[in-house]
């Protein structure tokens, strides 16, 4: 086994000529440094564990940008070439430094090291409970190809490595107690030709199936911190034609948090909704009941306006239809408060339905979008359309302050959340519940015209979130 002094001494040799190996091989580098511009936001506080020259780092721009790595020569190079960026000699097993970080990068970086799980251990001591790290690995099955191209000299000859798969590395992860979050799988052939490289690389590498033949591996974790923190929750509940159940949110609601707060916003309703919101409002006045009418249409629309009047650290929807049981919205809290997620969203596709609760063809759209859902956004997601989503006020502010990358294109709301929570990379956990049948009015759901609105709506992400070249 290659030792740690011969590989000090081999990235010492390799510095000066490392970004003239970068160019014969700019693609791979450029779709890393895209790809991971795309999961971490412009503006993070980020560091590069193996920074090399640095260029990774500066690519994510951050606002607090700290590379580490262990070659004297490298870092030399990247405090020359990023002069506003902090760059640090050190080892990756024993370095430390007084701040924790939004994320951390591992880019081509598991294959050299002498003692991974070590590694994993110091980072821990640089997280918080929101942290990301990042990590992309080579595929071991291109193992031979590599070797091959080194032979050829198309690529520097690297020492002896770790080759790696993925439940290798999710079971280094797990024994230092961080959770993956998420895959991804990237560039099926690393050599840019014009036409080819759309083809392969922005089409095909991103099926089902042939995915599993790519170069690179992108690998979202999270560290798995306790949290047992009372917070205060917005309860924001979107309603049209719902007269007969605005009072039974109050009443079935469990309490939970250190306060509670109701937001009823009403949409242009033909059965007084607005009035009997106003009445249950008088009716509790112990209850902290804000009520408004949105100046917009459709349920999206209703619930950024009403998330913009909340206060709680949590925001939570609850679809006035009762279909999701207001009793279930405690599970939900404890999900989120507890971390067993970030992005915590309601699945009724396990228990046994009220005979009127989802007609047929509702349940079979709702199979089909779980499984392209699952697929989109690289994490396991059963239940797409249901109405009950949980998060932090603070990554929700992220998620719209991202929405331009997506534009206002749903005026459901669940997509938005979804797709803008997936980008930013948040654990998304599902809770079960059973769904009801309503007890008043009838659905505002057109199976046909909105199932066909929800499938543009799903190749529109795919094309933003998945075919990216």
């Known amino acids: 086994m290659t030792d740690k002094s011969f590989l000090h001494s081999y990235f010492e040799e390799l510095a000066p000529k490392r970004d003239r190996w970068k160019k014969r091989n700019r693609l791979y580098h450029k779709i890393l440094e895209k790809h991971y511009s795309f999961i971490i936001p412009e503006g993070s506080n980020v560091l590069?564990?193996?920074?090399?020259?640095?260029?990774?780092?500066?690519?994510?721009?951050?606002?607090?940008?700290?590379?580490?790595?262990?070659?004297?020569?490298?870092?030399?190079?990247?405090?020359?070439?990023?002069?506003?960026?902090?760059?640090?000699?050190?080892?990756a097993i024993d370095f430390s430094i007084n701040k924790?970080?939004?994320?951390?990068?591992?880019?081509?970086?598991?294959?050299?090291?002498?003692?991974?799980?070590?590694v994993l251990k110091n980072i821990w001591k640089?997280?918080?409970?929101?942290?990301?790290?990042?990590?992309?690995?080579?595929?071991?099955?291109?193992?031979?190809?590599?070797?091959?191209?080194?032979?050829?000299?198309?690529?520097?000859?690297?020492?002896?490595?770790?080759?790696?798969?993925?439940?290798?590395?999710?079971n280094l992860l797990e024994l230092e107690d961080f959770e993956l979050v998420r895959v991804e799988r990237k560039l099926l052939f690393p050599k840019y030709i014009p036409l080819i490289h759309l083809i392969?690389?922005?089409?095909?590498?991103?099926?089902?199936?042939?995915?599993?033949?790519?170069?690179?591996?992108?690998?979202?974790?999270?560290?798995k911190m306790k949290m047992d923190k009372k917070y205060s929750v917005s309860i924001v509940v979107p309603a049209r034609n719902e007269k007969g159940n605005i009072e039974n949110t109050i009443k079935r609601t469990p309490e939970f948090g250190s306060h509670q707060e109701f937001v009823f916003i009403e949409g242009n309703s033909k059965d007084n909704t607005y009035e009997e919101m106003?009445?249950?409002?008088?009716?509790?006045?112990?209850?902290?009941?804000?009520?408004?009418?949105?100046?917009?249409?459709?349920?999206?629309?209703?619930?950024?306006?009403?998330?913009?009047?909340?206060?709680?650290?949590?925001?939570?929807?609850?679809?006035?239809?009762?279909?999701?049981?207001?009793?279930?919205?405690?599970?939900?809290?404890?999900?989120?408060?507890?971390?067993?997620?970030?992005?915590?969203n309601g699945c009724r596709l396990v228990y046994p339905?009220?005979?009127?609760?989802?007609?047929?063809?509702?349940?079979?759209g709702n199979k089909f979008f779980s499984w392209f859902f699952t697929y989109l956004l690289g994490q396991r997601l059963k239940d797409t359309l249901c109405g009950t989503k949980v998060l932090f006020r603070k990554d929700y502010e992220l998620i719209k302050k991202n929405r331009k990358y997506?534009?206002?294109?749903?005026?459901?709301?669940?997509?938005?959340?979804?797709?803008?929570?997936?980008?930013?990379?948040?654990?998304?956990?599902?809770?079960?519940?059973?769904?009801?049948?309503?007890?008043?009015?009838?659905?505002?759901?057109?199976?046909?015209?909105?199932?066909?609105?929800?499938?543009?709506?799903?190749?529109?992400?795919?094309?933003?979130?998945k075919f990216i070249t």
């Open 48 to 91: 590069e564990v193996g920074c090399g020259t640095g260029d990774l780092l500066n690519a994510v721009k951050p606002s607090v940008g700290v590379g580490l790595d262990f070659s004297k020569n490298m870092i030399a190079i990247a405090k020359k070439k990023y002069p506003k960026l902090q760059f640090i000699e050190a080892d």
């Open 278 to 344: 106003v009445r249950v409002q008088k009716a509790f006045p112990e209850k902290d009941i804000k009520v408004m009418k949105q100046t917009g249409k459709g349920k999206g629309n209703a619930v950024r306006e009403a998330f913009e009047v909340a206060t709680g650290d949590i925001l939570m929807i609850l679809d006035a239809d009762l279909t999701t049981p207001p009793e279930d919205l405690l599970k939900f809290y404890y999900a989120l408060a507890r971390n067993h997620g970030e992005f915590i």
């Open 126 to 170: 640089h997280s918080h409970n929101h942290t990301k790290i990042i990590i992309s690995n080579y595929n071991f099955i291109w193992e031979p190809s590599l070797r091959f191209t080194e032979f050829l000299r198309l690529k520097a000859r690297q020492p002896l490595q770790n080759w790696l798969t993925i439940s290798d590395i999710k």
């Open 200 to 223: 392969i690389n922005g089409f095909l590498a991103n099926l089902p199936g042939i995915n599993r033949f790519n170069l690179v591996h992108l690998i979202t974790a999270r560290p």
């Open 353 to 364: 339905m009220d005979k009127q609760a989802m007609r047929f063809l509702n349940h079979l």
């Open 100 to 118: 924790k970080f939004d994320y951390i990068i591992l880019s081509d970086l598991l294959s050299s090291l002498w003692d991974i799980q070590g």
């Open 406 to 465: 997506f534009g206002d294109f749903d005026p459901f709301g669940d997509f938005d959340l979804l797709f803008g929570a997936a980008k930013l990379n948040l654990k998304i956990t599902e809770i079960i519940v059973r769904y009801r049948d309503r007890e008043y009015g009838s659905t505002q759901i057109s199976r046909f015209r909105h199932g066909w609105l929800l499938l543009r709506m799903s190749l529109f992400a795919a094309r933003k979130m």
